[in-house]
């Protein structure tokens, strides 16, 4: 018996090719952020460990892969960002600002 998603493309996703309608999918799914329990672990065809989360739509299962960028980009995702830009372009989602937080130990 064929699983009932067997019939879906399978696309796996990295943070540089994430585009404003997955984002968006993603933030819908999971509002509070994802946990260990909604990340799906997978070998890719180098045989390197994947870890993802997954959102579905009407003829694609998408495995977004797990970052701290996508983390932070959704966390601070506000779809006004993404009005001027197609749902599908690649360039739209920017990296996020990664900073470190300062202590003061840094500053002598």
Avoid: C, W
Wanted: charge should be negative.
């Amino acid at each position: 018996m064929k699983p009932k998603d067997a019939h879906l493309k399978r696309v796996i996703v990295d943070f540089k090719k994430l585009t404003p309608e997955i984002l968006a999918l993603l933030v819908e799914k999971y509002p509070d952020g994802y946990d260990d329990g909604n990340v799906i672990s997978f070998k890719n065809a180098k045989n390197e460990l994947i870890d993802a989360v997954e959102v579905v739509t009407e003829d694609t299962k998408y495995l977004v892969k797990v970052s701290t960028k996508l983390e932070q980009t959704m966390e601070n995702y506000d779809e006004d960002d993404y009005e001027d830009f197609e749902d599908d372009d690649p360039e739209a989602v920017q990296d996020p600002d990664l900073q470190v937080e300062e202590t003061d130990d840094d500053n002598f």
